[in-house]
Every structure is written in C-alpha cells, then in structure tokens.
C-alpha cells in the first residue's frame, strides 16, 4: 500500500479548545501519529469573530486525495461545521488539505498545493516548524526558507500549545 505525505492546515476560532483538540483526536484514529506544529492564537482573517487557533500537521495517508478531502469535510462536519455559510463567520472547525506529497492540481475548489501557505503566516510558520526542509511542490523552496522571505509575518499573536498538552501527549504515545 502506497502512502502519501500530507499536511493540514487546522483553524478555529469558536470553541476552539475544545474542537480543536477533539478533531486532532479524530485525525489520530484516521490516520496515526502526527506530527503537529506549535499551536498559535491568530488574528481572525476572512471572518469576523474572536481570535483563532491555527496549527498545521503532517502525516502519512493511504487516502487518495479525494478521500482525504472527505475526511476531513467528515471531521469537520461532526464539529459543526456548516460549509455552506458565508466566509464573515466563526468556524467551529477548518481543516484544509495543505500539501498531497508533491501533487499540483485543483478538485473543484481545493488547490493543492494549497495558495493558504504562501500567502498566510499562520500557514506557513507551523509548515516551516515541521517540514523545513520539504519544498514547496511549485515554488520549489523549502518551507523554512519561505517562511525567512515571507514579508507579512503579522496576525500570529502568541503561542498556546500548552492549552493542547494533553492532545499533543496522547499523540507522542502513539507508535508509528
């Protein structure tokens, strides 16, 4: 069985806590261990609402990547999420598929590699924390070297990690 590598943008910004580290909960039983970035509380972008929590994730999927779009939408639908309101909103719960090993294509409206990490800072500083090295599948640099170009590193207010330590162990404990 042949697997990608994928990482996810994860976003929200009511209830946060709560549903963020419920979905990280659900995207271990999907696809096992993680490899999960520092957690920041960003400026809201695109909606109106309280400040957000942003983190990003990698790991392996046997998924096309229409099934991981599914996934995903699954998760994010079992946290209320209700994709067919307008952007100036909260939201429960945003998981975007970021990169699908180096695949460059558009299914309906998802871009991969997703345009979020070369124009959102709260994209691509967790991205550059566990995949410096990776290039970006069109750019062609490292996420780490975007990330020391990246002009607009505004919106990232502080790092909250702390508030996922449970989370975040339960996923160290994990075997790959």
Not at 24 to 53: D, I, N, W
Not at 115 to 143: F, M, Q, W
Request: proline share 3%.
């Amino acid at each position: 069985m042949t697997m990608a590598q994928i990482y996810i943008g994860v976003g929200s910004n009511c209830n946060a806590e709560k549903n963020i580290a419920s979905a990280l909960r659900s995207l271990m039983r999907h696809f096992g261990k993680l490899k999960l970035s520092k957690t920041y509380a960003t400026e809201p972008v695109g909606c109106e609402g309280k400040e957000f929590y942003n983190l990003v994730l990698g790991c392996d999927s046997s998924h096309d990547v229409q099934g991981v779009i599914e996934v995903l939408k699954t998760i994010e639908s079992a946290h209320g999420r209700e994709h067919l309101r307008q952007n100036y909103v909260s939201i429960t719960l945003d998981l975007d598929l970021l990169t699908y090993d180096d695949l460059q294509l558009q299914i309906g409206n998802h871009r991969i590699p997703s345009t979020d990490i070369s124009n959102c800072a709260y994209v691509l500083k967790p991205l550059a924390e566990i995949a410096p090295k990776t290039r970006h599948p069109e750019v062609g640099e490292s996420y780490e070297a975007m990330w020391e170009k990246c002009v607009y590193k505004g919106g990232i207010l502080r790092n909250v990690t702390t508030i996922f330590s449970e989370v975040y162990r339960l996923n160290e404990s994990l075997k790959l």
